[in-house]
Nanobody
Framework: QAQLVESGGGLVQAGGSLRLSCAAS????????MAWFRQAPEKEREFVAA????????YYADSVKGRFTLSRDNAKNTMYLQMNSLKPEDTAVYYC?????????????????????WGQGTQVTVSS
């Protein structure tokens, strides 16, 4: 059974940094497109960043572009999200996801119902 496990969340002051990890087990995710989503209290889960399996290209939500960097280490079956210049509005539970169900264009990376596997989430809290 494939499993994704996030770690690295915590409490940080505004302007600080955190690095989230998403460790995959049960199958190789090296050939899979993967993504990060987040969900703040009383809000819908929203797209943060994705990496394409075909060319390694990364995609970011406008709200995090220039501050967050997604990377992956296929040898470790792990994906990372480096988050810099954090803001209070980045506070949320962050989820990693893997294996895109359908792809017609880059916009499909942003669809939260378009991934087969999800982690349990890790809390990120940014204080002002």
């Amino acid at each position: 059974q494939a499993q994704l496990v996030e770690s690295g969340g915590g409490l940080v002051q505004a302007g600080g940094s955190l690095r989230l990890s998403c460790a995959a087990s049960g199958r190789s995710f090296s050939g899979a497109s993967m993504a990060w989503f987040r969900q703040a209290p009383e809000k819908e889960r929203e797209f943060v960043a994705a990496i394409s399996s075909s060319d390694g290209k990364t995609y970011y939500a406008d709200s995090v572009k220039g501050r967050f960097t997604l990377s992956r280490d296929n040898a470790k079956n792990t994906m990372y999200l480096q988050m810099n210049s954090l803001k209070p509005e980045d506070t949320a539970v962050y989820y990693c996801s893997g294996f895109l169900l359908r792809f017609a264009g880059p916009g499909d990376f942003e669809l939260r119902d378009n991934y087969r596997y999800w982690g349990q989430g890790t809390q990120v809290t940014v204080s002002s």
